[in-house]
């Protein structure tokens, strides 16, 4: 796959911006192709609480990516997820959801970031490593298929 890391290709440069009631057909649409399996209920939840970390990434007036995350603590912020359409990755797309939720976690007195992925998903470890995130801990059969997560942290 041709590849821009971000700020390169113009086609691929999104508006990153919080996440509005009419864009969940489009969040389902994301969820689907990606293989989330979360529920439009759980989406409006964290609409609902935790608005100003919930993002989404818009090119041409389509959402072609989400960051999704809450702060368990005053002082920790938690990426619940990140997913880019299928179509629209490997263009810089998740590096600047990632970075613009780390930043609202930052503003908002987060000192640390965590995150949790599955031990065989590369592509996304790769890409919270560049970010500098670090392997803090490993969960066997964390996921309902028994795979394990990595539990990634970064000070902020
Ligand atoms: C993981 C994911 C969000 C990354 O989004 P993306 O927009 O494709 O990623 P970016 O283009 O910003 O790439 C950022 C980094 O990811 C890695 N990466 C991206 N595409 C890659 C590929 N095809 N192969 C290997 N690494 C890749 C690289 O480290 C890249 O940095 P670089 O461009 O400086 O080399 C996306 O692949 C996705 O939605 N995957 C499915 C859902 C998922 O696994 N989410 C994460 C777990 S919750």
């Given at each position: 796959m041709e590849r821009s890391s971000c700020g390169g290709d113009r086609r691929f440069r999104p508006v990153i911006r919080q996440f509005e009631i009419k864009d969940l057909p489009e969040l389902m649409e994301i969820d689907r192709e990606v293989g989330g399996g979360y529920s439009p209920?759980?989406?409006?939840?964290?609409?609902?609480?935790?608005?100003?970390?919930?993002?989404?990434?818009?090119i041409d007036g389509k959402v072609v990516g989400v960051a999704i995350g809450f702060k368990p603590t005053p002082f920790e912020g938690r990426v619940f997820w990140?997913?880019?359409?299928?179509a629209y990755q490997?263009?810089?797309?998740?590096?600047?959801?990632?970075?613009?939720?780390?930043?609202?976690?930052?503003?908002?007195?987060a000192l640390s970031a965590t995150l949790e992925v599955r031990i065989g998903n590369r592509r996304a470890q790769k890409l919270y490593?560049?970010?500098g995130f670090v392997v803090d801990n490993v969960i066997p059969t964390y996921?309902?298929?028994?795979?394990?997560?990595?539990?990634?942290?970064k000070v902020l």
């Amino acid at each position: 796959m041709e590849r821009s890391s971000c700020g390169g290709d113009r086609r691929f440069r999104p508006v990153i911006r919080q996440f509005e009631i009419k864009d969940l057909p489009e969040l389902m649409e994301i969820d689907r192709e990606v293989g989330g399996g979360y529920s439009p209920e759980l989406f409006m939840t964290f609409h609902e609480y935790h608005p100003q970390t919930m993002l989404v990434a818009e090119i041409d007036g389509k959402v072609v990516g989400v960051a999704i995350g809450f702060k368990p603590t005053p002082f920790e912020g938690r990426v619940f997820w990140l997913a880019v359409r299928q179509a629209y990755q490997g263009h810089g797309i998740g590096r600047s959801l990632l970075s613009a939720i780390l930043r609202i976690f930052s503003r908002l007195g987060a000192l640390s970031a965590t995150l949790e992925v599955r031990i065989g998903n590369r592509r996304a470890q790769k890409l919270y490593a560049s970010m500098g995130f670090v392997v803090d801990n490993v969960i066997p059969t964390y996921y309902s298929d028994g795979e394990a997560a990595l539990i990634m942290r970064k000070v902020l």
